[in-house]
């Protein structure tokens, strides 16, 4: 039978088959099969435009999580889809171990002159673990050449999340990963740091600039208790995504900075969900003045068109790497730099740049901090924070113990159906994230708005708590 294509499936197929084969065959990643039953599953979507997505029996959604955190410039964009398309018909793959293509070289030289400082090597990966795990090799490496073998040691932060490969998952301290499944990781070499989020400071501060210093100290603790010379890298997400927006205080960036540079430690910083826009700056670490040594990116640099990771090396890292085999990079990935990818990303960063979705990112960033901050006044409301189109709001049991509410059984699962029946699709867990794509308009902002509100209040209702 040839391929039969969107159309036929949707004048011929039926929800209900469809979701028969899905719960039969599709393995649902961080999933539990019945859970997805119970919650008259999966979900299946067939046709996005803009801000919104539809799903098979033609309801509308608000994709406030903007797909995974990536789809920054948006659904349905013919123009991707069209540089995609010509690229793959005119050659769909090269070798890029020996070759490479015109899109790969130009997405190279366009992600370098976007990054800061001398990021100017760009190392394309298929996704974020993988540019995480090629970070974290690079780092080895680059001390292995210089004959500083000992230098094995991680540091990370404790709630983070850098991607499931046995390398990035080692760098996890994300409870939903399930870390201590598959220890031992990549040895006991890798050390956790307190996270820098003012509303439960891991330091011992109480303002945001407080709490920075002190998880920064922390860093530089862990460093001189292990030895720095057996440290290789420090990676962080400029802006914590996995804990909701972590926006640490100035101090921070600049101190861990400063640390690295004083004991010759790599500093990583992770842009998976942070690049391409999504804070209101093209890249989270700009917020903080600071140039790092090793940037990786994914998600927002293609949008989702094409599936795109990289790892960015400044020019002083590239060059730890030359002179003969045995300084080689031994490493690489077959779809590392698909044509298609190049494509993909150069088509939608032109997009970026020319609908300023950065800057809007930045302004409708504020305009929905705004609109959320009156809803402090909920009983469930912890704290809401975040930077550009990267928000979330932390849901509590009760203000001062600030126990989170998604302890009380099935509540992440109601509040998730309740947004989902008003329309909004979204990750409810210690938060509820807000990230909907960047060219999202002040009317989407106040419809969302409107159904968070009622969410909270009917999670409340439920739990008697108004
Ligand atoms: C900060 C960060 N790093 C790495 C990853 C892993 O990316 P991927 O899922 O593309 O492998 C993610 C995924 O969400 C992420 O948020």
């Not at 490479?100 to 400082?117: D, R």
């Not at 000992?150 to 991607?163: D, E, M």
């Not at 990035?168 to 820098?196: H, K, M």
């Not at 009983?379 to 009760?398: F, M, N, S």
Request: charged share 20%.
């Amino acid at each position: 039978m040839s391929y039969q294509g969107l159309t036929t499936w949707l004048e011929t197929e039926t929800y209900e088959n469809l979701k028969t084969e899905a719960m039969d065959h599709v393995w649902f990643p961080f999933q539990q099969w019945d859970d997805i039953k119970e919650q008259d599953g999966p979900l299946i979507l067939v046709e996005g435009n803009g801000v919104k997505l539809k799903d098979f029996e033609g309801k509308e959604y608000f994709d406030a999580f903007a797909g995974l955190a990536l789809v920054n410039v948006g659904h349905g964009r013919t123009e991707i889809a069209n540089a995609v398309y010509d690229q793959l018909t005119t050659m769909h793959y090269n070798n890029p171990f020996a070759y490479t293509s015109i899109p790969t070289i130009k997405l190279a030289k366009k992600v370098a002159s976007l990054t800061p400082s001398d990021l100017n090597k760009v190392f394309f990966t298929s996704g974020g673990s993988e540019a995480v795990e090629t970070a974290l090799k690079m780092a080895r490496q680059y001390h292995y050449n210089r004959g500083e073998k000992q230098r094995t040691k991680f540091i990370a932060r404790k709630g983070s999340y850098h991607g499931v490969s046995l390398g990035s998952q080692s760098v996890n301290s994300s409870t939903w990963t399930r870390r201590e499944i598959f220890e031992p990781l990549i040895g006991d070499n890798v050390l956790f740091a307190p996270q820098p989020l003012p509303y439960r400071c891991g330091g011992t501060g109480k303002t945001p600039s407080e709490c920075a210093i002190s998880c920064a100290n922390a860093v530089e603790e862990i460093i001189l208790q292990e030895g720095p010379d057996t440290v290789a890298a420090v990676i962080a997400e400029p802006i914590t995504a996995s804990l909701g927006a972590v926006v640490p205080g100035p101090e921070y960036w600049p101190m861990l900075r400063d640390i690295c540079d004083k004991y010759g430690v790599i500093l990583i910083a992770d842009e998976v969900i942070n690049g391409f826009g999504r804070t209101g700056k093209m890249f989270a670490i700009e917020h903080f003045g600071v140039v790092p040594d090793i940037m990786t990116v994914a998600k927002g640099i293609t949008s989702g068109y094409q599936p795109v990771g990289a790892c960015i090396a400044r020019d002083y890292i590239a060059e730890g790497f030359r002179g003969g085999k045995e300084n080689t990079f031994g490493h690489g990935f077959t779809y590392g730099c698909h044509p298609a990818g190049g494509a993909a990303g150069l088509a939608n960063i032109e997009i970026i740049e020319r609908e300023n979705l950065v800057e809007n990112a930045a302004t409708l960033g504020s305009y929905l901090l705004e609109k959320l901050a009156p809803l402090k006044e909920h009983p469930t409301v912890g704290d809401i924070r975040g930077k550009g189109l990267l928000c979330a709001v932390e849901l509590v049991k009760d203000k001062q113990s600030k126990e989170n509410l998604n302890t009380i059984p099935g509540v992440e699962k109601k509040l998730t159906q309740r947004l989902k029946s008003n329309g909004m699709l979204t990750r409810a867990t210690t938060f509820l994230t807000v990230v909907p794509p960047l060219n999202v308009t002040k009317q989407d902002i106040d419809d969302m708005v409107d159904i968070v509100e009622d969410g909270i209040s009917f999670i409340e209702r439920e739990l008697n708590l108004t």
